[in-house]
Structure formats: C-alpha cells, structure tokens
DNA sequence: TGATTGACCAACT
DNA sequence: CAGTTGGCCAATC
C-alpha cells in the first residue's frame, strides 16, 4: 500500500508465482531490491501460517532447489506432496530440473 | 531496550 | 573443498 514492508512485498510475489512454478529465496530477495533480505523471505514464510491469506511456501525453495523448510509445513513429506500435486518432480528433497520450472520475479514480474 | 535468531545467499579465508 | 563472516529486516527473548 502506501507503505509496503519487505514482509508485505514478499507475500505477494509469492502468492504471484505461477502454478507448477518455483522461485528462490535470493530470487525475491534480489527483485526487492536486496540480496541479503533473503533470509526475511524466510521469516515471511515462518510467519506465512499467520498471514490472513494463503501463502505457496511449497513453491519457494533455496537458491539450489532444495526443500529447505518443509519441516514447517507440518510434515517432511507435505511440501513434496504440494510440488509433486503441480507437475514439479522432487527427489532427495531437491527439485527435479529445477531450472525448468524456476520463476524469475526478476524477470516476469519486473515492470 | 539491547541482543539474538531466522525456512538464505554470496564472498572470503 | 569446507568453514566462517557479512549482510539485510523483522520478530522474539
């Protein structure tokens, strides 16, 4: 709005992204602005169960296509669960052909 | 109110 | 190649 935090302006990058699409922490991070925010995605994400509106974490991963906090969606296996569910392989918690399915904010929501 | 942590990334040693 | 440090903002202790 008129005053938009960091927090508020990952939440809605994040809920943007594309179906069957994933991004990176670093990825947002960067198109904020700041590539050292990228542990604030983190936090946004953490504080995402508490958000009024539903946030896809299931689609932000780290910079390597690791599922790094799906210990926080309530099971090892959910996150996994809600790739898999949108036509994104994971194995050994990583992203199959994660290039593939990588969505730049950078570069498509760059206006 | 100050210090620490947090689902990260990049660079340096 | 692996470990450490710096960086950013917000929330918790």
Redesign the pocket.
């Known amino acids: 709005m008129a005053d938009p ?3 508020e302006k990952v939440y809605e990058v994040v809920r943007q992204i594309p179906c069957g699409r994933v991004t ?3 990825a947002i ?2 198109y904020l602005g ?10 946004a ?6 958000h009024k509106n539903y ?1 896809p ?2 689609r ?5 296509g ?1 599922l ?6 309530g099971g090892p296996n959910v ?1 996994k669960q809600l790739l898999e569910s949108e036509g994104i392989k994971v194995e050994n918690n990583t992203i199959v052909e994660f290039k593939k399915h990588f969505w730049d904010p950078a570069s498509e929501l760059k206006y």
């Open positions: 935090s960091f927090f990176s922490y670093g991070a960067r700041s590539a050292g925010s990228s542990r604030m995605v983190g936090w994400m953490n504080s995402s169960h508490s946030i974490a299931h932000v991963v780290n910079r390597n690791t790094t906090g799906k210990h926080h969606f996150m």
